[in-house]
Nanobody, 119 residues
Framework: QVQLVESGGGLVQPGGSLRLSCAAS????????MGWYRQAPGKERESVAE???????KYADSVKGRFTISRDYDKNLVFLQMNNLQPEDTAVYYC?????????????WGQGTQVTVSS
């Protein structure tokens, strides 16, 4: 059983910063990619950032230059450093992974963490 657990959300003023963390645990053979999605009220879930194993990060245009994704490959962690946060960044942020417990790859999601940007 593979689990993704996020932490680090909260309330921040416009222009502030937050760092999200996500830990993948359980029976993990390999991870092809980990990343972050978000879903704002009344909107569809969207990809924010993705970092394939051994690859280069990909960002949504709306967060380029403000958000940075990184991974600790040894500990199966993924981070999202969010700077210069704006009210439109308010959403539930979900950790996402394409993970192989053995020889098949499955999609996994965390439970979500709320990020609220407001003065």
């Amino acid at each position: 059983q593979v689990q993704l657990v996020e932490s680090g959300g909260g309330l921040v003023q416009p222009g502030g910063s937050l760092r999200l963390s996500c830990a993948a645990s359980g029976s993990i053979f390999s991870i092809s990619t980990m990343g972050w999605y978000r879903q704002a009220p009344g909107k569809e879930r969207e990809s924010v950032a993705e970092l394939p194993t051994g690859g280069r990060p990909k960002y949504a245009d709306s967060v380029k230059g403000r958000f940075t994704i990184s991974r600790d490959y040894d500990k199966n962690l993924v981070f999202l450093q969010m700077n210069n946060l704006q009210p439109e960044d308010t959403a539930v942020y979900y950790c996402h992974g394409l993970i192989s417990p053995w020889n098949n790859e499955y999609e996994y999601w965390g439970q979500g963490t709320q990020v609220t940007v407001s003065s």
